[in-house]
């Protein structure tokens, strides 16, 4: 028997083809091609398709909707609700297990309440942040600036400003957007753990700073002891 290339084991083992049909697609595919009348394409478009939508398996894929979930999403959306009505929410923090939709809750929240702003005529921007990535105050500062402002040129660059700069660029910035800025902060438990809870102090001591605009925080961790090592002004 003629050895099978290992590409063809490769193709196999990923698709979970039946040999036979894999085998019988490629000899057609090599027959087709070397006519030189027909694009590699031409087969593939007619094989069934596997997946009705690949994008829900995304990390960044929100779901329209959330089956048994109601009641998580009705308490956030009740306590961001003041920021349609161009008022701070309380700062918030979700925690449980790995796995339960904390983050796909909190972001299909945070789409849903750009999508009603709008609407209303209010300006509410959002920002995601996953601490795990983004780990430093530097890092959390620069992100949240640039829910404020959308042209390059115009960004606090990555690195190479003081600290402090960072943080009186990100309150000019913040004033001159206006309105609410919504920011998510993803496995924020990893970034006390590694700088301390400082960086939430002056975030939430913020606000006594801006004029124009407000920023509220939702923290979101899987270590339920998470609120025991922050000091109690955060």
Known sequence: MKKTHPQTLRIYRQYAMPMARLIGDILFMKKKQSSGKS???????????????REALAS???????????????????ILKPALYGARPSNILIYGQTGTGKTAVAKFICKQIVSKAVTEGKKIHTAYINCKQTNTPYGILTNIGRTYSRDWEERIPNAGWRIDKVYSALKERADEGGGIAIVVMDEIDTLVSKNGDEILYHLTGLNSDLD??????IGISNDTKFTSWLDPRV
């Open 39 to 53: 694009n590699v394409f031409d087969v593939l478009m007619h094989e069934e398709r596997i997946f009705k939508n």
């Open 60 to 78: 960044t894929y929100i779901p329209p909707e959330f089956p048994h979930r109601d009641a998580e999403i009705n308490d956030v959306a009740n």
């Open 212 to 217: 124009n605009s407000k920023i509220s925080l």
